[in-house]
Nanobody, 127 residues
Framework: QVQLVESGGGVVQPGESLRLSCAAS????????FAWFRQAPGAEREGVSC???????YYADSVKGRFTISRDNAKNMVYLQMNNLKPQDTAVYYC?????????????????????WGRGTQVTVSS
């Protein structure tokens, strides 16, 4: 049974950092691409950082230079390092995965084709 569990969310002040973790179980990590999406109240779901099966990455313009996605296949973990957080980063962050050979960019812009989703972790950036 495929399962994705996010952790690491919390309340931070602008300029601070958080690292989100996604614990994957029920499958072999290196056979999947991963994506981090976020959704704020009243807003559309946004793909922020994605990593393909072969390691290519893609970042939304809103987070480029501040967020870094990485994977540790040995530990079955995917991470999202978020630096210099801003109030507009406040959202529920979701980890997603799919086994298709998709580019990182496609994963980030087409959430409807991604198969597995975690339940999300709340990130709040507020002074």
């Amino acid at each position: 049974q495929v399962q994705l569990v996010e952790s690491g969310g919390g309340v931070v002040q602008p300029g601070e950092s958080l690292r989100l973790s996604c614990a994957a179980s029920g499958f072999t990590l290196n056979e999947y691409g991963f994506a981090w999406f976020r959704q704020a109240p009243g807003a559309e779901r946004e793909g922020v950082s994605c990593i393909s099966r072969v390691g290519g990455t893609y970042y939304a313009d809103s987070v480029k230079g501040r967020f870094t996605i990485s994977r540790d296949n040995a530990k079955n973990m995917v991470y999202l390092q978020m630096n210099n957080l801003k109030p507009q980063d406040t959202a529920v962050y979701y980890c997603t995965a799919d086994t298709e050979f998709l580019s990182a960019q496609v994963m980030c812009i087409k959430p409807e084709i991604l198969t597995y989703w975690g339940r999300g972790t709340q990130v709040t950036v507020s002074s």
